[in-house]
């Protein structure tokens, strides 16, 4: 059985404002053409090899996450590479709680890849309701459509493949291929981000966006075996979405604590740029979601008069529809009418 990943009650996938260092972080592995000198040759043999260095953090993590791990529907055997990646999709910037029902209604109405691949588009969106970033549904649609019709609707193993469908991008693909098929892949999240940045690296926050840096300390950190690095990679996810949170964070409870570069330095206050929450009261954020409300209350086709009314401020609330056009959410049709899209 292979674990799939546990997401933070908090917005899963937001940025946290913080920098790694610009060189190599610790754990870095040299090369075989490394020029090493004696003198670095013996204090290496005497320092403890990354493996060993990997092995203190994964033993505490991996036992932690065996006591502590969430029963989440995603989890299950039964949930599939499908159930995987629809989790997936919808923990983008969504906490676990919301997404939850949701998740399970989705699961119900199109329990294989090929039965949303034959309901149109607009539908997805109408089932993703209120979750926030309802492109998602668009991605996840596209997405089923091409594994319905390039993979005979069996959602592909291989990282490349799954790298090749609409709507997927590296973290979806390795954590699709880690947490559904027990593959090797350096998974990296918010959560994982945050606790390799305070665990190995030192400091309060990752960067904005991920680094080849980091990437390269995930790399070195996966374990050799398969199995294991899956485990890893959903316990290490776990580890930051219940313990090794962004705020109030539980170091008393922590499994590494012993070992927490972080910690240990006294907890160093973030020093880089200020970590901005999102606003969303009055934005055009707000007035695309009352839009889309309206559009998916309804069956068939809306007014351009039902739509003025969710929104006084009549620029914003066309550029609003003008982006829900652009992006595909919204089909206009003759005489000023607006539906989801069928196509």
């Avoid at 003198?39 to 260095?53: F, Q």
């Avoid at 374990?223 to 109030?248: F, H, I, Q, Y």
Wanted: aromatic fraction near 6%; hydrophobic fraction near 40%.
């Amino acid at each position: 059985m292979t674990a799939t990943p546990a997401h933070t009650p908090d917005a899963v996938h937001t940025p946290a404002a913080a920098h790694l260092p610009d060189t190599a972080p610790a754990l870095d592995i040299p090369s075989a053409t490394d020029s090493m000198s004696t003198t670095d040759i013996t204090s290496t043999s005497l320092s403890p090899s990354p493996a060993t260095e990997a092995a203190a953090l994964h033993t505490p993590v991996l036992a932690w996450f065996e006591t502590h791990a969430r029963d989440l529907p995603w989890r299950r055997p039964e949930a599939g590479a499908w159930g995987v990646m629809v989790s997936e999709f919808m923990l983008q910037q969504t906490p676990v709680s919301r997404v939850l029902p949701v998740y399970e209604q989705w699961l119900a109405r199109w329990p294989r890849p090929a039965d949303l691949a034959a309901e149109a588009p607009g539908e997805a969106v109408r089932a993703w309701g209120r979750l926030g970033y309802p492109r998602r549904a668009l991605r996840l649609h596209g997405a089923a459509q091409a594994i319905t019709e390039r993979h005979g609707g069996d959602v592909p193993r291989r990282h490349a493949q799954l790298l090749a469908l609409p709507g997927i991008g590296e973290y979806t693909a390795a954590a699709v291929a880690s947490f559904a098929y027990g593959q090797r892949h350096a998974v990296l999240d918010t959560n994982v981000r945050r606790v390799l940045a305070r665990a190995v690296t030192g400091v309060q926050y990752p960067p904005n966006a991920t680094t080849a840096a980091e990437r390269k300390l995930a790399r070195a950190l996966l374990p050799a075996d398969e199995d294991t690095a899956a485990r890893w990679a959903a316990s290490s996810m776990e580890l930051g979405a219940l313990v090794c949170t962004a705020k109030n964070e539980s170091c008393a409870r922590c499994p590494i604590a012993a070992r927490c570069a972080w910690l240990l330095a006294g907890k160093p206050p973030h020093d880089g740029p200020a970590r901005r929450g999102q606003t969303y009261a009055g934005t055009d954020r707000q007035v695309r979601g009352k839009l889309l409300a309206v559009l998916r209350d309804t069956h068939g086709a809306v007014t351009q008069r039902a739509l003025d009314a969710v929104w006084d401020e009549p620029v914003q609330r066309a550029r609003a529809l003008d982006g829900l056009v652009a992006d595909g959410l919204v089909e206009p049709l003759d005489g000023g009418l607006y539906r989801l899209p069928r196509s």
